[in-house]
């Protein structure tokens, strides 16, 4: 795997086209994540028996949708990318799953449980918040949401990049598979102040350095993940 390193003179943000190239690229470097993996283990006791649940950004299906659907679960995954949807359907035949923005789509019916898992990086704070709103609308009463994400507080950032709330961070730098761009964070307490503004109580939390392989040309990531439970 070839990738460039070079710093652009505009930040790169990965859109739809850069992830469909990725393919199995990505898969062979990020889908050894452990931590990720634990903590999938860990939520699946908080869902329902045979919950529908809907898979926010399911890259190759691996390791989220394929753990969710081997306990049982019925998984509908979305992601902006065919590459990733064609890889999803292999990785787990008993799911749906579809080419779609997370930011234009809307569900059929009522859903058990929501799954955004490391896939908002590319996303404004506006745009983030208003998809708490939907994943809100979205569950069930009692509905189970959960979020991996990055601590911006645990990465490279100066006082200058902090949101006047001090709620987030922009302008983070990040290398990402060999480009550079740059990263918009909610901190942990931003987490707490938006999904119980949408009618959300944490339940549990655990973080998680994640460390790629030296070829995935990425930086550690310290992974910060969320259940929560909708309560109104």
Known sequence: ?????TAP????????????????????????????QDFMKKAVTYFPPSSKVLDIGCGTGSPVASI???????????DSAQSMVDLSRK????????????????????LDVILSIL???QLSRAEIESMSLKWAEWLLPDGIL?????????????????????MGL????????????????????????????????IIHTESHLFEPPSEAQSDPEPHYFIIARKIR
């Open 170 to 201: 922009s302008g983070i730098p990040s290398l990402f598979m060999g480009k550079h761009g740059i990263l918009t964070l909610l901190t942990q307490k931003g987490w707490n102040h938006m999904l119980e503004a949408a009618g959300f109580e």
């Open 146 to 166: 959960c979020i991996g994400t990055m601590d911006p507080e645990e990465r490279k950032h100066t006082a200058e990049m902090y949101h006047e709330d001090k």
């Open 119 to 121: 896939s908002l990086f």
């Open 9 to 36: 003179s505009s930040p790169f943000r990965p859109d739809a086209e850069f992830f469909d190239k990725m393919g199995l690229d990505y898969q062979m470097a990020f889908g050894h994540d452990t931590g990720l």
């Open 68 to 78: 969710v659907a081997a306990y049982g679960h019925r998984v509908t995954g979305i």
């Open 91 to 110: 990785a787990v035949p008993s799911g749906t799953f579809e080419l779609a923005d997370m930011l234009e789509y809307k569900p059929i019916g009522k």
């Open 1 to 5: 795997m070839t990738l460039e390193t």
